[in-house]
């Protein structure tokens, strides 16, 4: 996404109501925070006014596609702390059962049995 051009209120207001001939967004989660980051520092967000907020706030949804609670949740930390950060990912990751030559395998013994069910399959493979 091309951040060099940040508009304005007005331009963020018009854009809000539909006055807009060109849709943006952005890619992912590294590009959107970065976006949200350039708009709230330039336009120095706590100092801002409850109605300009809110068109801030709106626009800022329509561009990242973040819902209204994301926003606010965003916005709360950036508030607090003077910038957005990615927090870390908190979700365990386990590692796989099946290799991928395992995986291969049991797609080729598959089509060989003609899409029989995994316990037939299974009993296939028991008696080989």
Same mark, same amino acid.
């Given at each position: 996404m *091309?951040?060099?051009? +940040? /508009?304005?209120?007005?331009?963020?207001?018009? @854009?809000?109501?539909?006055?807009?001939?060109? !849709?943006?967004?952005?890619?992912?989660?590294?590009?959107?925070?970065?976006?949200?980051?350039?708009?709230?520092?330039?336009?120095?967000?706590?100092?801002?006014?409850? /109605?300009?907020?809110?068109? &801030? !706030?709106?626009? %800022?949804?329509?561009?990242?596609? @973040?819902?209204?609670?994301?926003l606010?949740r965003?916005?709360?930390q @950036? &508030?607090?702390?003077?910038? %957005? =950060?990615?927090? /870390?990912?908190?979700? /365990?990751?386990?590692?796989? +059962?099946?290799t991928?030559?395992? +995986?291969?395998?049991?797609?080729r +013994? *598959?089509?060989? %049995? *003609?899409?029989?069910?995994?316990p =037939?399959? !299974?009993r296939?493979l028991?008696?080989?």
């Open positions: *091309d951040t060099t051009h +940040i /508009p304005t209120l007005k331009q963020m207001a018009q @854009y809000v109501s539909g006055h807009n001939i060109v !849709k943006l967004s952005c890619q992912n989660k590294t590009e959107a925070y970065a976006f949200l980051e350039q708009v709230l520092v330039k336009h120095s967000y706590t100092t801002l006014t409850k /109605p300009d907020k809110s068109i &801030v !706030k709106a626009y %800022l949804s329509q561009i990242t596609g @973040y819902s209204r609670a994301q606010t965003l916005l709360h @950036y &508030v607090l702390s003077g910038h %957005l =950060a990615l927090s /870390p990912r908190t979700q /365990p990751i386990f590692r796989g +059962i099946y991928r030559t395992d +995986i291969v395998e049991l797609a +013994i *598959d089509d060989l %049995l *003609d899409g029989l069910s995994g =037939a399959t !299974k296939v028991k008696r080989e």
